[in-house]
């Protein structure tokens, strides 16, 4: 079986093309599992299908997204992103793609050979600054603040605030969560990046699988650091881990931060673990009912081939025949 490896900006796939391969749909979710396990097989965040559109559907080709434990993603940004550069390379499509994904469609635009933008997914539903209640049996908090000499009781609950947003329909769902206003005490660290790692990461899993949240969420932890400009941590769901970009995330987040009015939503500049992503928002509307809608949602990137090959792992084998 054939296979791409790429990344954008760090966060990165394994791509199949099924036009060619033909495999039975059934077959994806154990598939992405298995190749994406680091130690044991190539490794990666997300398995990414190309295949035909559905009947009736104007793309040019279908994107199908799974997590790497198997699960499947309404859609992702950076991945997208890297199908885009796919279609481009292998003919499938020209410079301006346009991609079936499960949230909707997705239309892209080739800038430069490595650089490629993508209109997201619109948010489908907004809730500003929505309050997060947390368990306060943390015992991996307790154990590892009296370890790091932190100042740190839960046993009165913590509850903290962000703004969960779903792109597209069904929707991809984030929880974005300003770090210094809400958690750089809880975390150990002024800023951001100062935060102790493994007291960021308990913290992400927590807000991940909250009750709060009726789709579960990828956690983007965010502070603004100048300008238009943000650093971002995402712990994002089905890896359950961090990864080095997010890219709904970060249109998620700067959408967010635009509303309340903390970046201009014009080329805004957010730095991940792999580099930097450019998030503009087209336009936004004030409903009537006082609701606002956001329409336009543009991220722009780097993508990278890291490698083309075949797959030989025996799993593989016993998987497919």
Do not use: Q
């Amino acid at each position: 079986m054939k296979f791409w490896k790429m990344n954008g900006a760090g966060n990165d796939f394994i791509l199949i093309n099924n036009i060619e391969e033909k495999l039975p749909a059934e077959v994806f979710p154990k598939l992405a599992a298995i190749v994406c396990e680091r130690h044991l097989s190539i490794g990666a965040d997300g398995f990414m299908v190309v295949d035909r559109p559905s009947e009736g559907a104007e793309a040019d080709y279908r994107m199908l997204f799974y997590n790497s434990d198997g699960s499947v993603g309404e859609m992702c940004g950076n991945g997208a992103r890297c199908i885009c550069r796919y279609g481009y390379e292998t003919g499938l499509a020209g410079e301006r793609p346009v991609i079936e994904t499960t949230a909707g469609i997705v239309t892209g635009e080739r800038i430069d050979e490595e650089l490629y933008r993508i209109r997201l997914n619109d948010p489908t539903h907004i809730e500003l600054e929505k309050e997060i209640k947390l368990d306060a049996k943390f015992d991996f908090w307790k154990r590892a603040a009296a370890e790091k000499g932190l100042d740190m009781c839960l046993d009165s609950g913590f509850s903290c605030r962000g703004s969960y947003i779903l792109l597209g329909e069904p929707g991809s769902p984030h929880l974005i969560v300003e770090y210094k206003e809400n958690v750089s005490e809880l975390c150990g660290g002024e800023h951001l990046k100062d935060a102790d790692e493994d007291l960021l990461r308990e913290l992400g899993r927590a807000l991940r699988f909250n009750s709060a949240l009726p789709k579960g969420a990828n956690v983007s932890f965010v502070e603004v650091t100048g300008d238009d400009k943000v650093f971002e941590r995402t712990f994002e769901r089905g890896v359950e881990d961090f990864t080095y970009a997010c890219g709904t995330g970060t249109g998620s987040a700067v959408t967010a931060l635009t509303l309340l009015n903390k970046v201009s939503g014009n080329n805004v500049k957010v730095t991940m673990t792999g580099g930097d992503l450019y998030i503009d928002v087209e336009e936004i509307d004030e409903e009537d009912n006082g609701n606002v809608s956001v329409h336009g949602l543009y991220l722009t990137g780097p993508t990278n081939i890291a490698a083309m090959g075949e797959i030989t792992d025996v799993n593989v084998k016993r998987l497919i025949g």
